[in-house]
Every structure is written in structure tokens, then in C-alpha cells.
């Protein structure tokens, strides 16, 4: 071979591997460390990155660097999933992470890259009822707790004073669509004005986990662990009521209005402008609200449920910040006692919660004198300690699930480009559990 | 005479030897280099394909990951978007940036200012300047569809839109286009005068001079310029994933349940497919085999390019 062809090809794969590379590499070893009660320092990373979010999370650990002043803590803020699991797998991990989602929880505990906390839990006989229902089933992963809870999210009903003209906030999905169509004011054009509820997955917080799960009471994997979509007719339900309310405002109408409505955590947020007369919400928007719109008058109820699950009413979707250990931590023990601290010592989380305008998410936290929140945070506190809230179940590839069924109500249903949903569902039922046999689920 | 015989060949093999070991010496920087950034990721690659891995269990798994690609909804729709920003972005960024750089040299005042003008917006970070030009596009909030509509001018509704999200993106690359017009710019400017005189005693009109003497000279800085196009098309990541993000008004973080590539899979390129696999999925095996997709298919362009830059310096 002359010279020519080697350059070109010595050429083009330099050119084609640095566009390409992707490395990976072994595992890194277990680590267990000094005692607890030796002196030492342990890293922790946190997600949180506003000033007023590090100094809540400084403020709730102050009563631990009381308990344990051997134990120094060096709070690292601004990490995500992905710099936490670089870091575990290079053999140099934190002492204790923290993770903004739940969905990631399936991964962390099968692949071990988080330790299976039972062990220490057992030791120190911490009562797991100590956490609702809810919350016990989002840290853990096929019977391993790889993690704690730390603080939650839950979701419910907003409802603007001004725009509900004297109505009382809705309990059913038929109330709720009656009062959304009263409420919606529109321009001349047909266009939206004020919109009494829009019910679109492309509106901020109405994805569909956190409406057709105990609104509908939707079941998202069966007993096997397979995509439920075409099998629960919860999910077809749930569909079939959005399209129809959707319709009713014109799909076009609502693709305008969404598209123009700007970040959902800026002042622009149409709630907070009175533009949305009510709006399914995280507990946080009342912070926001207290921030950005003070003068809003507003009241939150539990999120509207299916006409037929009336007796579920009071419920709503849970979910929330994760706390851990990862596996090949120096100082496990040490770890293991902040880990405790911070997730089951009622003062720690309930100077955290009202820092953050998080709820708390142990039972005896919910229900402390100290707790100083707007008197609308009180219905996130009960929906928080209702038997009928649920979340998503964890799987080993994450939220991958909800991301596609998303994708297919947002890209398919919604424009209405599907023809028979049954199956429709179908073949998102089989994309779902490829994707779930490829991660070895 | 006799004793002399043996002793030419032992000279000259070990002076071979060290011209040899000389000659390793001077590459050992590169081969070391490229033995441990592209030769070790490369096998590496190839390796971890044939495994289900997600960054601590590795289970092999054949060609799972393989047989995977061809039923992979995302995969698909990512490999057909970025061959249309290769086939349509890549082409306009080099005749527009060429058109540009034609129009600077033929103006005589306020060519410098202009040419600040054309190149600022390639300084901004790609995250700031898709931010920006999402905003400024959008049909509720950004002042440009309303200036067209009183104009009576309908803009579509670009990143919202599955049918507009390409062409938006290929607008938004347009605007940056600093990069390609300054390097043709340098080029139309070293084309030289003489040529252009002794055409114009020739009688050549404008286009001739252009067909016959301009793109001639400044072909192999064309080619250099869809070279590079191209490698960056097949990594195009930023601006896609940010316009997705921004304009579905959603700040993207770990866990949230942004479909990629919204709206509808428009925005989806093959390298945000890859990272979504590799470190959001975390199926590492599938990811590597995306990668090596990738590597191909950047080989492919790459020698083609690279046979024709060669056909030029033959030419030559």
C-alpha cells in the first residue's frame, strides 16, 4: 500500500474518533472507613445551587455538627446524576449524595452504585413508618433501600380567586372540565384569553405522572414490571378525557397559548400572571408566588380525581430529593450518621423544609409546631400524609416510561395523529419493554 | 578482503535499526498520544458493544446492542435529522458565508464594521445564542414574528413546529456563520489581482472571473470548510438540545420527562441520541454501538472529502 491511502485513513479516523470516542472503564472497590466517632471530614454533594437553598441546607445540618463534632462536613452544591455517577465509577465518590429525582433510584440501587442502607438501618433500628407509603416505595428498588428520602414534592390544585369568579375549587374530573370550560375567556378570534384549566402534558407541571396517576389511578407497569399503557384502561381514560377538553379549546388555540407563555419558573408563569384560572402545581409555587406575585389571591385543594374514584379524592402525586451513600465512600459510618441525621431528625428537616418550602418527609416532621409555611402549604402537608398519594414505580432504565409515554400523548395524541389507541398504546407498550430488556430489565 | 565482506552488512543493519529507533523516538510523542485518546477509546468502543453496561455491572450480551439499533424509534429519527443538517445546513453554511465574504470585499467603506457585524454573533456561547434566537423567533414572546405579521408576513412557528425545527435550526446556524465566511474572506483576499486584470484585458465578464479564477483558488479552503461542516454537523449537540429545551419552556435537569428532541423528535441528532443513551439511560453497550454508527459514518465523509482534497493537490 503506498503512503496516500495511510494518511487518508490514519486521517479520517483520527477526524472520526474524535467525534466519536466513548470510553468506559472498571469498577471501583467498596469502601467501609474509620468509625464514626473518629475524627474526620466527609463530602457530601447536593444538588442545590441558590443562595438561600445552600444556607437551608447549612442551617439543617447545624444540630449534627452539635451531635457529632468529630464529624466535619463539606457541603459541595450544584451536582447532578451524572457527575455522581462519574464519580462513584472513577473509584473517588462522595461520602453522601444527594439526587433531585426519583426516577434514577432503580439504577443507583440494582447497580449497587449506591449501598443498600438496610444493613444500617437494621443496626439502628430506625422505624421505616416513619415515612409515608408513598415515599418508602420511591427509595427503594426490589426490597434494596439504596436510599432516604430527603424532603418531598407533592402536587395539588391552584386555583386564582379573582378568575374562579365565586366557584369552589373542583373535586372531580367532571367538575373540573365543567368549570375549566365556564372559566376560559376568549379573545376575539377564538384564540385564548384566560384559560379555565388547560389540561395539555406540554403545560408546565401537567405531565401525565402527575394527573393520570391517582387522578385516574393509572398503574404504569403490571406485576411483571412490563408497560401497562394498553392493558390499564386507566391510561386510556385519562387520554381520552385530555383530547376532549383539549378539542374543546382547539388544539391550535392551545399550542398558541403554551407557546407563549415563557419559562415556567420565571414571574412570566401564566398562573402568577392570571392568565390560568387553575393549574395542578408542585408545593414550591407557593414560594414562588410569595416572591413573584404577592398580591395573587389564591387557594389549593388536592388535584381533581376521576369521577368514579371519588372516594380517592385527597391524594396526589409524590415524589422528592434522595440521599445516599455511595458504594467505595471512605467514611461509610460517618456517612451513614449524617445520612440518619438529615433524613429522620425532625428538626433538621423541618429547618430544611422551611428554608426550601419543601415538605418534609417523615410523618412527625408534617406534623411539628415549627413548621413556617403559607397557610396554602397546609393541603401539600395532607396530601403528603394521604394513604391514597402515590408516585412512579422505579425501574432499572429510570423514567424512561414516562418520558415516552410523554412523547406520545405531546407528539402523537394531542395533534391527533393517532388513528386506533388501543394501539397506539400497543406499540408503546413494546417500546417501552425493549428499551427496558436492553438495560437488562 | 576476505574479512571485510561480513562487517557492510552488520553496519548498514544497525545503522537501519537506529534510524528506526530515531525515527519511533520523534513519533513517540503522537503514537503515545494516539495510542491512549484514539486507539484505546476506539477498541474500547468496539468492546464494550458486545456488553450490556451501565458504568458498574458489565454482562455481555452478543450483538444485542447491535440487533437493538434496528428497532430503536430515537435512533432512527436521530440518523435522518442529521443527515438533512448535513445535506441542507452544511451546503447553505458555505455558500452563504462565501456570499458574504464576496459582498465584503467588494465594499469600499465600512467593511470593517460590517465584518464585525457578520462575526459577532459567532463569539457568543452556543447556549447564550440559541437562548437568544429562540427567544427572538417565538411567535408569543419574541418581537420578530410580530414585526413580519405587520408586515403582513406569517412566520412559522419555528421550534414548536416539527416541519420548521430543521429549517430554525438552519437559521440560527446562518446567523453564526463567522467562522466560515472569515476563513473564505481570507481566501477571496489572497486571490491574486494580477489574475483578475489580465481576465478583465481578456474581456471575462464578472461570472467568468468568479467560475474561472475565483472558486478555482479558493477551492481547497471550500472543501476545508465542508470538511469541517460536516464533522461538526454530525456532532451537533448544543444548540439542538437548548432550542428543544427553551422553546418547550423547560429547564432541562436529570429526571425531568423531556421527550428528546422536541417537538415531535425534530430537533433529536445523533450525538444527543448517544448522550441520551450513554448518560441518561445509561446503557453504555448501545451507546457504543451509536458511537461506532458515528464513527463510520464520520469515516465515510471524511474519506470522500478527503480523496477529493487530494484530487485538487493532484490537479495541482
Known sequence: ?441 | MAAAVPVRPVTASRARRRHRLRVLAFLSPWLVGFSLFFAYPLAATVYFSFFRYNLFQLTPVGLTNYRFLFKDPYAWRAIKNTLWLVVVMVPLRVLFGLALAQLLTRIKRGGNILRSIFYLPFLIPPVAATVAFVFVVNPGTGPLNGIAAKIGIHLPDWFNDPAWTKPGLTLLALWSIGDVMIILLAALLDVPRSLYEAAAIDGANAWQRFRRITLPTISPVLLFSAVTGVIQTLQYFTQAMVAANASQGNADQAGTTTAPGYPDGASLTFPQTLYNEGFQQFNMGYACVLALVLFVVAMFFTLILLRQFHAFGDEE
Not at chain 1, 472507613?33 to 442545590?48: C, L, R, S, Y
Not at chain 1, 401497562?228 to 391510561?235: K, L, Q, S
Not at chain 1, 381533581?304 to 372516594?311: C, E, F, K, L, T
Not at chain 1, 418534609?360 to 397557610?375: D, G
Open chain 1, 1 to 441: 500500500m503506498s503512503p496516500r491511502p495511510w494518511r487518508l485513513i490514519t486521517a479520517s479516523i483520527i477526524t472520526a474518533v474524535a467525534a466519536t470516542s466513548c470510553t468506559a472503564g472498571g469498577q471501583s472497590p467498596s469502601g467501609g472507613g474509620p468509625k464514626a466517632d473518629a475524627p474526620q471530614t466527609i463530602e457530601v454533594w447536593h444538588g442545590w445551587s441558590a443562595p438561600h437553598e445552600v444556607k437551608a441546607f447549612e442551617d439543617a445540618i447545624a444540630g449534627f455538627h452539635r451531635l457529632h463534632p468529630n464529624i466535619t462536613v463539606k457541603l459541595v452544591k450544584g451536582q447532578d446524576d451524572t457527575k455522581i455517577l462519574n464519580a462513584i465509577r472513577s473509584g473517588n465518590p462522595p461520602d453522601v449524595v444527594s439526587s433531585f429525582t426519583t426516577n434514577n433510584v432503580g439504577q443507583f440501587c440494582s447497580s449497587g452504585a449506591l449501598q443498600d442502607l438496610t444493613p444500617y438501618l437494621k443496626k439502628d433500628e430506625v422505624d421505616l413508618n416513619l415515612f409515608p407509603k408513598a415515599v418508602q416505595d420511591y427509595t427503594q428498588y426490589k426490597g434494596v433501600r439504596c436510599t432516604l428520602p430527603l424532603l418531598a414534592d407533592d402536587y395539588a390544585l391552584y386555583s386564582n380567586k379573582a378568575l374562579m369568579k365565586g366557584n369552589r375549587p373542583p373535586k372531580t374530573i367532571s367538575q373540573l372540565t365543567a368549570l375549566a370550560k365556564k372559566l376560559t375567556v376568549r379573545n376575539p378570534d377564538g384564540s385564548i384569553k384566560v384559560a379555565g384549566f388547560l389540561p395539555s402534558v406540554t403545560y408546565y407541571e401537567h405531565v401525565p405522572e402527575h394527573i393520570a396517576t391517582t387522578a385516574f389511578g393509572a398503574t404504569w407497569l403490571n406485576d411483571q414490571g412490563r408497560a401497562n399503557f394498553a392493558t390499564d384502561p386507566a391510561f386510556a381514560k385519562y387520554l381520552r378525557w385530555e383530547k376532549s377538553l383539549l378539542d374543546w379549546y382547539g388544539y391550535d388555540n392551545v399550542k398558541k397559548f403554551v407557546h407563549s407563555m415563557g419559562q415556567e419558573f420565571e414571574a412570566s408563569n401564566p398562573f402568577e400572571k392570571g392568565r390560568v384560572a387553575m393549574a395542578v402545581d408542585g408545593e414550591w409555587r407557593t414560594k414562588f408566588l410569595q416572591e413573584e406575585a404577592p398580591k395573587l389571591r389564591y387557594e389549593t385543594t388536592p388535584t381533581p380525581v376521576d369521577d368514579a374514584r371519588a372516594n380517592t379524592y385527597g391524594g396526589g402525586f409524590i415524589t422528592g430529593t434522595v440521599i445516599g451513600i455511595p458504594r467505595g465512600a471512605r467514611h461509610a459510618q460517618a456517612s451513614w450518621e449524617f445520612v440518619k441525621y438529615l433524613t429522620t431528625d425532625t428538626d433538621a428537616l423541618v429547618t430544611f423544609a422551611n428554608g426550601l418550602g419543601n415538605v418534609p418527609s417523615t410523618i412527625p416532621a408534617l406534623a411539628s409546631p415549627n413548621l413556617r409555611l403559607p397557610p396554602q402549604f397546609t393541603t401539600f402537608l395532607n396530601v403528603f400524609k394521604n394513604p391514597n398519594s402515590a408516585t412512579i414505580p422505579s425501574t432499572i432504565n429510570g423514567g424512561d416510561f414516562v418520558v415516552k409515554f410523554q412523547s406520545f400523548v405531546q407528539d402523537q395524541w394531542e395533534p391527533g395523529k393517532v388513528a386506533n389507541l388501543q394501539q397506539g398504546l400497543q406499540g408503546l407498550d413494546k417500546k417501552v419493554d425493549d428499551a427496558l430488556r436492553l438495560a437488562g430489565g
